[in-house]
C-alpha cells in the first residue's frame, strides 16, 4: 500500500494504491501552507476507505510550492554565486540577463576566481583554492546559508566544483553547496543559473519537506517519503530537500505518467485539465517527451531536464464574461476558490464549469442556478473553450499523423468535441486525479549529459561508458537493480569541436527498491 500527493495550484489530490490498483481517491483544496492541504487530504483518504495506516509502506509527493515561490519571488534567501572561471568567463557575469525584479529580490553575492576548463577537459588555469577560502569565510560572515557554484565545462570534469565545495565545507560547513554539474546540463549560464535558483530555494526545501513528514506523522504515518521530479521519476525527500529545483514542472509530468497508466497509452497526447491552466504534452513510450529548448522560469533560462508542455489559460475555474458583443474566457480563474465562487456552488462569478454544466457536460453542484444563462453565452464560451484547448493541442504536436488524446484533471469536463489531430478521446477511469496517480506508480532515474571524444573511447566504448554511468547514478538513487533499463539516448556530435566530439546524454530508470536501509535515507 502507498498514497500518491499532488498539490496543485487548486486541488490537492490524494490516491491510496495496492500495487498497481486504485483503492481509493480524494480532492481536497489547496492551502496557503501546502501541508495543512496535504493533512485534510491524506486524512479523508483514510476516512474513505477504512485503510490501517500500518498498511501504508510510502508516500510520493508532486507540489508546486517549490516553483511557485521562484515564480513569485517569494522565500528566496540570497546565495553566494561562487564562479570558477576567470579570466574567460569575466564577459558575461553571473546573473546577467535576469529581471530587474528578481535580481533584487536575490540579493545574490557574487564571486569569480580563477580556474575552469577547456571542452576537452584540460584547465584554463589552477583553481584559486585561496580565493575560494576567502569567499568562503565571506559567506559565512555575511549569514548566508547557501552557495552555488559553477565552473566553465564542468559537465565535462566536475573535480573544481567538488574541491570548491570541499572548501566551504571546511571554512564555513553550515553553507548548503548546488554544484551546477549537479543540476544542470550543458551551456555553461544556464547551468549556473539552475544552480543560483537551487540555493536560494534550500532553506525553503528543508522546511517543506519537514512539513510534510509533519502532516503525516499527526495522522500516525511514518514511512519514507518521496518526491516527484519534472522527468517522471522520484528522488528522496532528503535529496528533494537538496535539490528543490527539480520539482519545476512535475505537475504535468505527474499527470502525463499517470495518464499513460490509467489509458494504457503509451504513444498519445495527454492534456491534464485543472482549475486554472490546461498543461498538454506528448507521451513517447509511456514517458513525457523531453522538452528540447531551455526552459524560461520567471524570466531565467535554464537547461535542466523539462518536459515539453504547452500550457494555455483555460481550466475549470475560468471566470467567463460577456464584454463588447464578444466572450472570452480567463486567462484569470477562481482557482482554489471554486467550490465557493463558481455559480453551481453558490456563488456569483461566472466560470467554465458553469458553462459546463449549463451545456450538459457535467452534473456537479446545483444545475438549476445556471439553467438561466442566455443561449448564446453558452454557446460562444463553449467555441471559445474549444478554441484554446485546440490551439494547444496543435502546439504541442510534432507529427503530421494523427495520435489518441488522453483527457485528464478535473477540468476535463471542459471538452466534448472531437479535437482536430487526434484519432479518438480517452477520458480513464480516475481521470480527476491521474496526477497523483502518476506520483504514486513513478520510478527512479539516472542521468549523465557528459561531452566525449570519441577519438579516445571510441563510439562503443563511450556509450558503454555512459550507460553504466546512468545505471549507476540510478542505483544510487534508489532503484532495483534488476529492474533499471536506458530508456533515452541523446547522441549529438560537435562539429565545431576536435577529436570526434559528441554530447552523449543517457537515461536509466528503474522501480524504486522496497528495502529499509532505503526508506531510511528518504526520511533523513
Given at each position: 500500500m502507498r498514497i500518491g500527493i499532488d498539490v496543485g495550484g487548486t486541488n490537492?489530490?490524494?490516491?491510496?494504491?495496492?500495487?498497481?490498483?486504485?483503492?481509493?481517491?480524494?480532492?481536497?483544496?489547496?492551502?496557503?501552507?501546502?501541508?495543512?492541504?496535504?493533512?485534510?487530504?491524506?486524512?479523508?483518504?483514510?476516512?474513505?476507505?477504512?485503510?490501517?495506516?500500518?498498511?501504508?509502506?510510502?508516500?510520493?509527493?508532486?507540489?508546486?510550492?517549490?516553483?511557485?515561490?521562484?515564480?513569485?519571488?517569494?522565500?528566496?534567501?540570497?546565495?553566494?554565486?561562487?564562479?570558477?572561471?576567470?579570466?574567460?568567463?569575466?564577459?558575461v557575469p553571473p546573473?546577467?540577463?535576469?529581471?530587474?525584479?528578481?535580481?533584487?529580490?536575490?540579493?545574490?553575492?557574487?564571486?569569480?576566481?580563477?580556474?575552469?576548463?577547456?571542452?576537452?577537459?584540460?584547465?584554463?588555469?589552477?583553481?584559486?583554492?585561496?580565493?575560494?577560502?576567502?569567499?568562503?569565510?565571506?559567506?559565512?560572515?555575511?549569514?548566508?546559508?547557501?552557495?552555488?557554484?559553477?565552473?566553465?565545462?564542468?559537465?565535462?570534469?566536475?573535480?573544481?566544483?567538488?574541491?570548491?565545495?570541499?572548501?566551504?565545507?571546511?571554512?564555513?560547513?553550515?553553507?548548503?553547496?548546488?554544484?551546477?554539474?549537479?543540476?544542470?546540463?550543458?551551456?555553461?549560464?544556464?547551468r549556473e543559473n539552475a544552480a543560483i535558483i537551487n540555493a536560494s530555494l534550500v532553506d525553503m526545501g528543508q522546511k517543506v519537506m519537514m512539513a510534510f513528514q509533519s502532516a503525516l506523522a499527526q495522522l500516525d504515518i511514518?514511512?519514507?517519503?518521496?518526491?516527484?521530479?519534472?522527468?517522471?521519476?522520484?528522488?528522496?525527500?532528503?535529496?528533494?530537500?537538496?535539490?528543490?529545483?527539480?520539482?519545476?514542472?512535475?505537475?504535468?509530468?505527474?499527470?502525463?505518467?499517470?495518464?499513460?497508466?490509467?489509458?494504457?497509452?503509451?504513444?498519445?497526447?495527454?492534456?491534464?485539465?485543472?482549475?486554472?491552466?490546461?498543461?498538454?504534452?506528448?507521451?513517447?513510450k509511456g514517458f513525457p517527451r523531453e522538452a528540447s529548448l531551455a526552459a524560461d522560469f520567471g524570466?531565467?533560462?535554464?537547461?535542466?531536464?523539462?518536459?515539453?508542455?504547452?500550457?494555455?489559460?483555460?481550466?475549470?475555474?475560468?471566470?467567463?464574461?460577456?464584454t463588447g458583443g464578444a466572450t472570452t474566457i480567463g486567462p484569470d480563474s477562481v482557482g482554489y476558490r471554486l467550490m465557493r465562487e463558481a455559480m453551481v456552488f453558490g456563488g456569483e462569478t461566472l466560470t467554465t464549469t458553469d458553462i459546463a454544466v449549463a451545456a450538459g457536460y457535467a452534473d456537479v453542484g446545483e444545475p438549476g442556478r445556471v439553467r438561466g444563462l442566455p443561449a448564446e453565452v453558452v454557446k460562444e464560451a463553449l467555441a471559445a473553450m474549444h478554441a484554446q484547448f485546440n490551439d494547444a493541442i496543435d502546439r504541442i504536436k510534432s507529427e503530421a499523423a494523427d495520435i489518441p488524446l488522453v483527457l485528464v484533471g478535473g477540468g476535463s469536463i471542459l471538452i466534448s468535441e472531437k479535437i482536430p489531430g487526434t484519432t479518438e478521446t480517452i477520458v480513464p477511469t480516475n481521470a480527476s486525479v491521474a496526477n497523483a496517480i502518476g506520483a504514486s506508480i513513478a520510478q527512479v532515474s539516472g542521468e549523465i549529459d557528459r561531452v566525449f571524444l570519441y577519438a579516445d573511447h571510441g563510439r562503443e566504448g563511450a556509450l558503454a561508458e555512459a550507460r553504466a554511468e546512468a545505471t549507476r547514478r540510478a542505483i544510487e538513487a534508489g532503484a532495483t537493480a534488476d529492474t533499471v533499463e536506458v530508456v533515452d539516448v541523446l547522441e549529438l556530435n560537435l562539429t565545431s569541436m576536435p577529436g570526434d566530439a559528441v554530447r552523449l546524454r543517457v537515461r536509466a530508470v528503474g522501480d524504486l527498491a522496497s528495502t529499509q536501509s532505503q526508506g531510511d535515507r528518504a526520511c533523513n
Open positions: 490537492t489530490d490524494a490516491v491510496l494504491m495496492d500495487g498497481r490498483s486504485v483503492v481509493g481517491a480524494v480532492k481536497a483544496s489547496t492551502t496557503g501552507d501546502v501541508s495543512s492541504g496535504i493533512f485534510e487530504a491524506v486524512r479523508s483518504l483514510i476516512d474513505a476507505t477504512a485503510i490501517d495506516v500500518a498498511q501504508i509502506r510510502s508516500v510520493m509527493i508532486g507540489t508546486t510550492h517549490f516553483v511557485n515561490a521562484f515564480v513569485e519571488r517569494k522565500n528566496l534567501r540570497p546565495p553566494m554565486i561562487l564562479r570558477i572561471g576567470l579570466p574567460a568567463g569575466r564577459g546573473t546577467s540577463g535576469w529581471p530587474a525584479d528578481l535580481r533584487a529580490a536575490m540579493r545574490a553575492h557574487v564571486v569569480q576566481v580563477e580556474g575552469g576548463f577547456q571542452f576537452n577537459g584540460a584547465p584554463i588555469l589552477p583553481l584559486d583554492e585561496r580565493a575560494i577560502a576567502e569567499a568562503a569565510r565571506q559567506a559565512r560572515d555575511a549569514g548566508l546559508s547557501a552557495v552555488a557554484i559553477s565552473c566553465i565545462f564542468s559537465h565535462v570534469d566536475d573535480s573544481m566544483e567538488h574541491r570548491a565545495r570541499d572548501i566551504f565545507a571546511q571554512e564555513a560547513p553550515d553553507i548548503a553547496a548546488t554544484l551546477s554539474s549537479e543540476v544542470g546540463r550543458v551551456g555553461m549560464l544556464e511514518h514511512v519514507p517519503i518521496f518526491v516527484s521530479q519534472n522527468d517522471g521519476t522520484l528522488m528522496s525527500a532528503e535529496n528533494a530537500a537538496r535539490f528543490p529545483v527539480f520539482t519545476f514542472a512535475s505537475g504535468p509530468t505527474n499527470s502525463m505518467r499517470g495518464a499513460a497508466y490509467l489509458s494504457g497509452r503509451r504513444d498519445a497526447i495527454v492534456a491534464d485539465i485543472g482549475g486554472t491552466t490546461t498543461d498538454a504534452g506528448v507521451l513517447v524570466g531565467v533560462r535554464t537547461n535542466f531536464r523539462m518536459p515539453d508542455v504547452v500550457s494555455v489559460g483555460l481550466g475549470g475555474g475560468s471566470i467567463v464574461r460577456r
